[in-house]
């Protein structure tokens, strides 16, 4: 990428942090981290089971079925990262797969 280009697209960036037009500047993103990730992805099973509002609508909403793929997502991730993962990420995921699968067959009920 030529400098100009390269200067254009930090611009860009730089103008986007502010967050929407004349609004608060947004908070700065948590590091990346696996930590984080499941997170992410354990909260999208947290709103699909209607615990949280979905922050697109401002509504509680269901949808079991992504509630599972997401779900589905994480034993996958899980298994495929088994022996990778330090002690505390093997405890997290384990802890967080055990919830989610509890509160998704409650919701079923």
């Given at each position: ?60 909403e ?7 793929y ?40």
């Amino acid at each position: 990428m030529d400098d100009q280009r390269e200067d254009d697209v930090t611009d860009h960036a730089q103008e986007s942090d502010g967050g929407e037009s004349g609004g608060a500047a947004r908070p700065p993103l948590p590091a990346a981290s696996l930590k984080t990730f499941i997170s992410g992805l354990a909260g999208q099973v947290l709103i699909n089971l209607g615990l949280f509002e979905n922050p697109a609508s401002g509504k509680k909403e269901r949808n079991l079925e992504a509630a599972k793929y997401s779900i589905d997502l994480l034993q996958i991730l899980h298994d495929k990262m088994k022996g990778n993962l330090t002690e505390e990420e093997e405890k997290l995921m384990n802890v967080i797969l055990y919830d989610l699968r509890t509160r998704y067959v409650e919701a079923c009920r």
